[in-house]
């Protein structure tokens, strides 16, 4: 089999932070390649320069033997480099051949589209992969995301690709929408396309790959031949020789749980979860994006509702139906992007932390005062080490490290007694990172119930007292922090049931 | 307020005073009647009404929205009020009735784009036909004119040489300084604009907030156009017909970014000012109606333009 597409010393750096270092990688035509790794890896970056989303720093790229720039996803996908996304990318007031065919229509001699040629084009790409087309004529956004998917691949078809990227291609598929898929796949392979395939479901890579490549930190770590390699090898490679020093801790965890959550459930978001916070106690929350994490701690925080099960805090079941609500409980939560729900760009650092505990600092006639305002702003910038000109500074000039030490200064604001944390430290600094860990762990000492959620295993596994796992809307793992290793954690998170510790 | 000097020449609300100085000067030396106490009076009294629903207005876009309406809102509360000045009711009642009037549109407005979802341009412009609409069954193409002395020293009486009602502008304008800074809802109204999202997370109660703004507005506006018919005596069926745009203009040439999430009244009020002044010297240098919208429209596109500019810098 010949190489259809080689990736050459390729290099990138976002900041500081550098992505991939040196990644050498080879697609043969009709195989299909699996790329594995944990959330930052450099899987996407990976995957990202080959589409034309981003150009490498260094390194080279071979598309059939030739060096080639792609510097365009358009450019990739005329070379003939398509990639089929976890959320397919349409344009859904418009019909499967549309999208199939748009900026390339098939055009009658005086111009206008050719619509009869286009649709007969179209069955036959859907014929020849054995697939259904009745649904041709529909607008997209009315079909299963199943069939957006298969609408993709026809494209990638149409435009006669010779490599296919499927990214995550079955984590929103059902069972019966997955072995549809495994199909196309096949068929696909034997015609001579490369397939890249990423998953988090090393189950199915054992099915369909031909080769694995497994990354950690940027780099490879290891290419195999499927049937020369097992889950543990693969595991262990994703996972490293993980030597994480826990975090020192002071203080003692209570044995009366502040927070208890029972048998919550959502449909389409997660299942039957149920776990505990002690005050004093960090829980780490570990899951890959997507795993329902973030749903369940908004459902307690009242941003969501769930279907069935109850949240017991304090003794008592609660029913928070906005976050007002939850805070008047002494509940507080650090949401995963502070741009999308943290931040006020044009408002100054004080105005910023002062929102949560406005109505805490009232004076006569319901006004705030304003000294008490600035103390307590003066206070947080000091304790967090918030590196401002002074607190009327709009929080848009500031670094990524001291704009999300001001939304974790917001929070603390309220005076917690359960702090939830999603994804702590994301596109943060070294320094405030570890200035921020600190911070959890000395809050904790103080006995607050934190839950902390993160995508970084490193993360987890250095903070944590215990660590709940999720894949797919439900808990596949528990685990106290003196026996959990790596490995063990990363096969729950994907998707292994290794509940050990029940509480 | 510790602010250094260089941050207060950047400021909006300076170069729009600088502006206001110049043309003020340029004015005074091209015409002779620009400095007359006549005239000035007659330029106060004017933007009373323009400046007390620009605050209403200013916290409504500073939220993100917009209001429309208020042109038809002021018409509506001048019919209600002329009418029961015709009727010869008590002025608190009048009074009442014209505040009521303003409070329930604007408390439509608010609850269809709160609760209702629907985006306040559209909200706002159904609103707009709607009551002038109405406004047209109530009087039936007729004038209300002959409206009762009493009533008129709100809208022509002065104090220390300044119309009485430039002065209720201006304490208006102090409290509500006050309060979109120092209250806690005042907080909310910048922080839903800057962050709606985040707004919601921190705890803000974002439906009574939006609710609040659109209802103000209303209130602010019924009493414009009490102060309207004090001033004119007349009502006509197209009363406030375009006085959405002055109110608008002025907030946006005042410093309130079109995109939401800044802004401060006094600002508004300058922009007031400068729309005000550019209206009167125009009419003393006899220059035809149709340049000053031309003038008036160029301002606004220029600083909306370097609103949008410097969004583009403030982005995280």
Not at chain 1, 173 to 193: A, N, P, Q, S, Y
Not at chain 1, 470 to 499: C, N, P, Q, S, W
Not at chain 2, 222 to 230: D, N, R, S
Not at chain 2, 298 to 308: E, H, K, P, R, T
């Given at each position: 089999m010949e190489t259809v597409l080689e990736v050459r010393g390729v290099s990138k750096s976002f900041g500081g932070v550098q992505a991939l270092k040196g990644v050498n990688f080879a697609l043969r035509s009709g195989e299909v390649h699996a790329l594995v790794g944990e959330n930052g890896a450099g899987k996407s970056t990976l995957i990202k320069i080959i589409s034309g989303a981003l150009l490498p720093d260094r390194g080279e790229i071979f598309y059939l033997d030739q060096p080639v720039t792609i510097d365009s996803p358009r450019k990739a996908q005329e070379m003939g480099i398509s990639t089929v996304y976890q959320e397919p990318l349409v344009y859904n007031e418009l019909s499967a051949v549309e999208n199939i065919f748009l900026g390339r229509e098939i055009r009658k001699p005086w111009g206008s589209i050719d619509w009869k040629a286009q649709e007969e084009k179209t069955k036959a790409l859907f014929a020849s992969l054995g697939l259904p087309y009745h649904f041709l004529r529909e607008p997209m956004g009315e079909l299963s995301v199943g069939l957006q998917q298969l609408v993709l691949i026809a494209k990638a078809l149409a435009y006669e690709s010779k490599v296919i990227i499927f990214d995550e291609p079955t984590a929103i598929l059902t069972e019966h929408e997955t072995e549809r898929l495994f199909d196309i796949i096949t068929k696909l392979r034997m015609r001579g396309v490369g397939i890249i395939y990423i998953s988090h479901r090393l189950e199915e890579i054992f099915r369909i790959a031909d080769r694995v490549t497994v990354m950690r930190d940027g780099e490879v770590r290891g290419v195999f031949s499927i049937g020369e390699v097992n889950r543990d090898r693969i595991v262990e490679l994703m996972a490293g020789r993980l030597l994480v020093e826990a975090i020192e801790r002071k203080g003692k965890k209570s044995d009366a749980p502040l927070l208890v959550v029972e048998n919550l459930s959502k449909r389409g978001r997660f299942s039957d979860v149920s776990f505990q916070v002690f005050p004093g106690e960090i829980l780490g929350f570990f899951g890959l994006v997507g795993s329902g994490r973030t749903d369940i701690v908004q459902t307690i925080f009242g941003l969501m509702r769930q279907d069935s099960g109850n949240i017991i805090y304090q003794g008592k079941t609660v029913h928070f139906s906005s976050p007002e609500e939850a805070m008047q409980s002494d509940i507080a939560y650090l949401p995963e992007d502070r741009k999308v729900q943290g931040l006020f760009p044009i408002l100054g650092v004080g105005y910023n932390i002062s929102i949560t505990f406005l109505k805490e600092i009232l004076g006569s006639f319901g006004v705030v005062r304003e000294k008490k305002e600035r103390n307590r702003g003066e206070e947080y910038v000091r304790r967090l080490n918030i590196k401002t000109p002074n607190l009327k500074t709009k929080v848009y000039s500031l670094s990524g490290g001291n704009q999300q030490k001001v939304v974790i200064a917001k929070w603390l604001g309220t005076t917690p007694r359960v702090l939830i944390l999603d994804e702590p430290t994301r596109g943060v600094d070294v320094a405030s990172k570890s200035e921020i860990h600190n911070l959890i762990a000395h809050l904790a000492d103080e006995g607050l119930g934190i839950v902390m959620i993160s995508s970084e295993l490193p993360e987890i596994l250095k903070m944590s007292d215990r660590i709940v796992v999720m894949h797919e809307g439900k808990i596949t793992g528990v685990f106290d922090r003196a026996e959990a290793t790596a490995e063990d954690v990363i096969r729950a998170a994907t998707g292994e049931r290794l509940i050990s510790v029940e509480r | 307020m510790n602010m250094s000097r260089g941050q207060f020449f950047r400021k909006r609300e300076f170069t729009v005073l600088g502006l206001i100085v110049v043309l003020a000067i340029i004015f005074s030396l091209t015409t002779?009647?620009?400095?007359s106490v006549s005239n000035l009076t007659n330029l106060l009294v004017q933007l009373a009404g323009t400046a007390i629903s620009a605050i209403g207005m200013t916290m409504v876009i500073i939220t993100g929205g917009i209001d429309v309406s208020v042109g038809s809102i002021l018409g509506m509360s001048s019919v209600v009020a002329g009418k029961l000045l015709m009727a010869n009711f008590p002025v608190v009642v009048i009074l009442g009735a014209a505040i009521a009037t303003g409070l329930l549109f604007g408390f439509f407005n608010g609850s269809l784009v709160a609760y209702g979802k629907i985006p306040p341009i559209i909200v706002t412009l159904g609103m707009l036909n709607i009551i002038r609409s109405l406004l047209f069954q109530l009087l039936g193409g007729r004038w209300i004119s002959g409206v009762p002395p009493a009533i008129r020293v709100i809208g022509l009486g002065k104090w220390l040489g300044i119309p009485i009602s430039m002065w209720i502008a201006l304490i208006l304008i102090l409290f509500f300084t006050y309060f979109l800074n120092s209250r806690p809802l005042g907080r909310a109204i910048y922080a839903v604009g800057n962050n709606i999202e985040a707004a919601r997370v921190s705890g803000v109660n974002l439906t009574r907030t939006i609710l609040f703004v659109y209802a103000l507005t209303g209130m602010l506006v019924g009493f414009a156009g009490l102060i309207y018919v004090a001033r004119t005596g007349i009502v006509q069926t197209n009363t406030g017909t375009g006085f959405e745009l002055e109110v608008i203009a002025a907030v946006v040439l005042g410093g309130t970014s079109i995109l939401g999430g800044k802004g401060t009244i006094v600002g508004s009020l300058l922009g007031a000012f400068l729309v005000g002044i550019i209206k009167n010297g125009m009419v003393l240098l006899n220059v035809p109606a149709l340049s000053e919208g031309l003038v008036i429209g160029a301002l606004i596109l220029i600083s909306v333009v370097i609103d949008v500019v410097r969004a583009r810098g403030e982005r995280i």
């Amino acid at each position: 089999m010949e190489t259809v597409l080689e990736v050459r010393g390729v290099s990138k750096s976002f900041g500081g932070v550098q992505a991939l270092k040196g990644v050498n990688f080879a697609l043969r035509s009709g195989e299909v390649h699996a790329l594995v790794g944990e959330n930052g890896a450099g899987k996407s970056t990976l995957i990202k320069i080959i589409s034309g989303a981003l150009l490498p720093d260094r390194g080279e790229i071979f598309y059939l033997d030739q060096p080639v720039t792609i510097d365009s996803p358009r450019k990739a996908q005329e070379m003939g480099i398509s990639t089929v996304y976890q959320e397919p990318l349409v344009y859904n007031e418009l019909s499967a051949v549309e999208n199939i065919f748009l900026g390339r229509e098939i055009r009658k001699p005086w111009g206008s589209i050719d619509w009869k040629a286009q649709e007969e084009k179209t069955k036959a790409l859907f014929a020849s992969l054995g697939l259904p087309y009745h649904f041709l004529r529909e607008p997209m956004g009315e079909l299963s995301v199943g069939l957006q998917q298969l609408v993709l691949i026809a494209k990638a078809l149409a435009y006669e690709s010779k490599v296919i990227i499927f990214d995550e291609p079955t984590a929103i598929l059902t069972e019966h929408e997955t072995e549809r898929l495994f199909d196309i796949i096949t068929k696909l392979r034997m015609r001579g396309v490369g397939i890249i395939y990423i998953s988090h479901r090393l189950e199915e890579i054992f099915r369909i790959a031909d080769r694995v490549t497994v990354m950690r930190d940027g780099e490879v770590r290891g290419v195999f031949s499927i049937g020369e390699v097992n889950r543990d090898r693969i595991v262990e490679l994703m996972a490293g020789r993980l030597l994480v020093e826990a975090i020192e801790r002071k203080g003692k965890k209570s044995d009366a749980p502040l927070l208890v959550v029972e048998n919550l459930s959502k449909r389409g978001r997660f299942s039957d979860v149920s776990f505990q916070v002690f005050p004093g106690e960090i829980l780490g929350f570990f899951g890959l994006v997507g795993s329902g994490r973030t749903d369940i701690v908004q459902t307690i925080f009242g941003l969501m509702r769930q279907d069935s099960g109850n949240i017991i805090y304090q003794g008592k079941t609660v029913h928070f139906s906005s976050p007002e609500e939850a805070m008047q409980s002494d509940i507080a939560y650090l949401p995963e992007d502070r741009k999308v729900q943290g931040l006020f760009p044009i408002l100054g650092v004080g105005y910023n932390i002062s929102i949560t505990f406005l109505k805490e600092i009232l004076g006569s006639f319901g006004v705030v005062r304003e000294k008490k305002e600035r103390n307590r702003g003066e206070e947080y910038v000091r304790r967090l080490n918030i590196k401002t000109p002074n607190l009327k500074t709009k929080v848009y000039s500031l670094s990524g490290g001291n704009q999300q030490k001001v939304v974790i200064a917001k929070w603390l604001g309220t005076t917690p007694r359960v702090l939830i944390l999603d994804e702590p430290t994301r596109g943060v600094d070294v320094a405030s990172k570890s200035e921020i860990h600190n911070l959890i762990a000395h809050l904790a000492d103080e006995g607050l119930g934190i839950v902390m959620i993160s995508s970084e295993l490193p993360e987890i596994l250095k903070m944590s007292d215990r660590i709940v796992v999720m894949h797919e809307g439900k808990i596949t793992g528990v685990f106290d922090r003196a026996e959990a290793t790596a490995e063990d954690v990363i096969r729950a998170a994907t998707g292994e049931r290794l509940i050990s510790v029940e509480r | 307020m510790n602010m250094s000097r260089g941050q207060f020449f950047r400021k909006r609300e300076f170069t729009v005073l600088g502006l206001i100085v110049v043309l003020a000067i340029i004015f005074s030396l091209t015409t002779e009647r620009f400095l007359s106490v006549s005239n000035l009076t007659n330029l106060l009294v004017q933007l009373a009404g323009t400046a007390i629903s620009a605050i209403g207005m200013t916290m409504v876009i500073i939220t993100g929205g917009i209001d429309v309406s208020v042109g038809s809102i002021l018409g509506m509360s001048s019919v209600v009020a002329g009418k029961l000045l015709m009727a010869n009711f008590p002025v608190v009642v009048i009074l009442g009735a014209a505040i009521a009037t303003g409070l329930l549109f604007g408390f439509f407005n608010g609850s269809l784009v709160a609760y209702g979802k629907i985006p306040p341009i559209i909200v706002t412009l159904g609103m707009l036909n709607i009551i002038r609409s109405l406004l047209f069954q109530l009087l039936g193409g007729r004038w209300i004119s002959g409206v009762p002395p009493a009533i008129r020293v709100i809208g022509l009486g002065k104090w220390l040489g300044i119309p009485i009602s430039m002065w209720i502008a201006l304490i208006l304008i102090l409290f509500f300084t006050y309060f979109l800074n120092s209250r806690p809802l005042g907080r909310a109204i910048y922080a839903v604009g800057n962050n709606i999202e985040a707004a919601r997370v921190s705890g803000v109660n974002l439906t009574r907030t939006i609710l609040f703004v659109y209802a103000l507005t209303g209130m602010l506006v019924g009493f414009a156009g009490l102060i309207y018919v004090a001033r004119t005596g007349i009502v006509q069926t197209n009363t406030g017909t375009g006085f959405e745009l002055e109110v608008i203009a002025a907030v946006v040439l005042g410093g309130t970014s079109i995109l939401g999430g800044k802004g401060t009244i006094v600002g508004s009020l300058l922009g007031a000012f400068l729309v005000g002044i550019i209206k009167n010297g125009m009419v003393l240098l006899n220059v035809p109606a149709l340049s000053e919208g031309l003038v008036i429209g160029a301002l606004i596109l220029i600083s909306v333009v370097i609103d949008v500019v410097r969004a583009r810098g403030e982005r995280i």
